[in-house]
């Protein structure tokens, strides 16, 4: 499945935010007065524009999932990137009622990248993902198999991750009838689908087959506690604290034990042996502190993590690539990075990156230990 054609009002919308959010830095600083967090950080400036029409806008967690659904998708078509359709873009159903699009280029891939979508395991489809699993598949010269995981509340908690197994052994079973090696498959998300993919790596580690790489994007990881970037980023346009409970309720039945490592894979007795990783957080993220606990938890664990760190940009990033080229810069610099460890088979240590500060310089940031 891929985005649909958008319509002349998605089309002048697009237009009309583009035009905001791409006005000159100096313009945007004044217009939208960019904050700085706790961290000394600096929100990127076109974000801070974006953030500021978007705090204006409607609240999808004030709707029905279903509804929440129909917005979801509606600025899916609005604010993310046009990319270039694939070669190859084939829908598969990996067993009855679950479906997933296979984006190649046709030619002997690098791998495979197994790819969850974000949306709080509510909203969220392969669709409204289009962009990024183009980018990842062009940019990296893999094939990406983005997965239509089932979703809350019809579906709750632990479907999605039922889901990422039968796709997985799916991937693993098929990948040489796609020219691919098995042996040579990243298992990808953003956001719930970082989630998910973690808790995949950790559910399939002693397979004879196993992931070469775990990208998690902004991922949850856990859920039992509020970190601060949590309380710091409540009201984030972008993610606020409203929208987390909206999820959760739709997602969790009653008396699920929120300490269940299947829900919160930093709460795992053991994370050794895991693949290689690439944890991207944003410095204005609700969720940025899950991430770093987990980047921080698989190191100590002996895991070899590359740690991305875009300071000056805001949950879910991937998905604005069309008005904001602070996003769009970032989602190309993650493409990157999973190239590269592509080709050299395994991750880079450990780092953080100050990109804000590296975009205005255009010299290399030095690489630091993560605290």
Known sequence: MTAPRRTLSQRLQRAFVVALCGVPAPVARLLARPPVNRAGERMAPDVAMLMKLTAAGNDYSDLPAAEARKVIETDAAVFADRVAPCAVEQEVEIHSGLLATRYSSAKPGRGLILF?????????????????ARMFAHGT???????????????P??????????????????AESWGLDPNRIVVAGESAGGNI??????????????????????????????????DEFAGSPALSAKQI???MGHYLPAGTDQHDPLLCPLLADDLSGLP?????VAGFDPLRDDALAYAAALLESGVRVDLIREEGLVHGYLSFTAVSRSCKEATARLVAAVAAALRDREARPLRLVD???????QRPNPERSAR
């Open 197 to 230: 993919a973690a808790v995949l790596c950790q559910q399939v580690r002693g397979q004879s087959e196993q992931p070469l790489l775990q990208v998690l994007v902004q991922p949850v990881t856990d859920i039992s506690v509020r970190r601060p970037s949590q």
């Open 116 to 132: 969850f979508h974000g949306g709080g395991f509510v909203l969220g489809s392969r669709a409204s993902y289009a962009s990024p």
């Open 141 to 155: 010269g893999a094939d990406v198999l983005s997965v239509a995981y089932r979703l809350a509340p019809e579906d």
């Open 245 to 247: 409970d909206w999820f």
């Open 276 to 280: 290689d990783a690439v944890v991207a």
């Open 355 to 361: 990109r804000t500060a590296q975009a205005k310089s």
């Open 157 to 174: 908690f632990p479907a999605a991750h039922e889901d990422a197994l039968a796709a997985w052994q799916y991937a693993v079973e098929h």
